[in-house]
């Protein structure tokens, strides 16, 4: 089978990721991806004889048009048995119709949008409309399934789940610590927007200062500058925290993940989150809350804990816990490497996907055979 797929250059270690672990199956594989990405892709990938890179104007441009009807006449002249595309992005939209001739997989991340998510806004909603020109959607969870199936009405059969891999890019940019770790690490990292209730996290701190000493919680990540302000002014104890409000390097990330103690994600609303990827890829063990997919990728006490959304109290008291319980950490980390391994593995998702591509091609979850 002849397989092409589009990158926007969004979700961009995921994607990548996903690629690298198809381009060794059975199927003929032609990526199309945004030279802006050529180094970062053809690095993880191997090797760039299956990609053919494109330039993409900026998102407001209106030049826009002009390049995707030139990629989607290149996709045309190659006859493909299936499109895959990597994500939702505007300008596609317009040229839906005429790729929708093959069968179209759209791999789906954020079937809602994030409260006090700007850069989520910027998108509008209007994509729904063109849900009827997509053959076959993935996911990355069953609350996103069920939200597809639910708020968007698209049929159960169209919609295949498939687990987010190892976010394991960064381990190459791991060097040896330039001194001995002297507390104990409770790491926030990622975008710094409303919905990902960092202020919960810094009230919890208030708990544990009361039971546990010498902590440091890390928060590392940009974000909008209002929430941030916000947030800062809750720290009381200022001396227990360190915020890094910037661009944070692959260098920077490996460091802060091989330091951390615990991740937590305190997100009060949410569909899945990289983050606990990158994590596991660092076999640490993280703190989530029970909103979205996020719940589906904790085995709770066993690679982590699950909270309640908008309790400091459940957050400090699962920190409390790990931070009392060195023995279970190690015992998380090991099960996190087993997981690793199984249904975390890249080479499995690929093998999953590559059934998926074959399925659809010969009809099978058209008739509800598959899933």
């Known amino acids: 089978m002849r397989i092409v797929i589009i990158h926007f250059g969004g979700v961009e270690d995921y994607s990548n990721l996903f690629i690298k672990s198809l381009l060794n199956k059975q199927n003929e594989i032609i990526v199309f991806a945004p030279s802006k990405i ?10 760039d004889s299956n990609i053919r890179f494109y330039e993409k104007p900026r998102m407001r441009s209106l030049k826009n048009i002009l ?3 030139q990629l989607v006449h290149n ?15 505007p300008w596609i939209h317009l040229f839906l119709k005429q790729l929708s001739q093959f069968p179209v997989v759209l791999t789906l991340h954020d079937p809602v949008k994030h409260s006090g998510d700007i850069e989520s806004k910027i998108v509008p909603e209007f994509h729904k409309r063109f849900f009827k020109y997509i053959s076959h959607f993935i996911v990355l969870g069953k609350t996103m399934k069920d939200n597809l199936v639910n708020e968007h009405h698209v049929p159960q059969f169209k919609i295949s789940i498939l687990p987010h891999g190892i976010i394991d890019s960064y381990l190459e940019y791991v060097q040896p610590p330039e001194k001995p770790k002297d507390s104990f690490n409770i ?13 919960y996290l810094i009230k919890a701190e208030e708990i544990l200062s009361k039971s546990i000493k010498n902590y440091k919680i890390i928060i590392a990540g940009r974000g909008n500058r209002h929430y941030v302000r916000e947030i800062e002014k809750l720290m009381r104890n200022k001396n227990n925290f360190m915020l890094m409000n910037t661009y944070i390097s692959n260098e920077q990330t490996a460091a802060l993940f091989r330091d951390a103690d615990v991740v937590v994600l305190p997100y ?3 569909t899945l989150s990289g983050v606990t990827m990158v994590s596991y890829s660092f076999n640490v063990p993280v703190i989530v809350t029970n909103v979205g997919s996020l719940p589906e990728y904790v085995e709770n006490r066993k690679t982590g804990t699950v909270v309640p959304a908008k309790s400091s109290q459940a957050i400090a008291e699962a920190i409390t816990e790990m931070y009392n319980n060195p023995e279970l950490r190690k015992e998380m980390s090991n099960n996190i490497r087993q997981l ?4 975390f593995s890249w080479e499995k998702i690929g093998d999953r996907m590559h059934n998926i591509y074959k399925a659809l091609g010969v009809g099978l979850i058209e008739h509800g055979i598959l899933n």
């Open 340 to 343: 690793n391994l199984s249904t």
């Open 268 to 270: 009060i609303d949410a």
């Open 75 to 89: 996709i045309k002249d190659l006859k493909p048995d299936i499109i895959h595309m990597m994500e939702l992005y």
């Open 187 to 199: 790491l926030f990292f990622g975008r710094l927007y409303k919905y990902k209730g960092v202020e």
């Open 38 to 47: 050529r180094i970062n892709l053809i690095k993880t990938a191997g090797n």
């Open 67 to 69: 390049t995707f009807s």
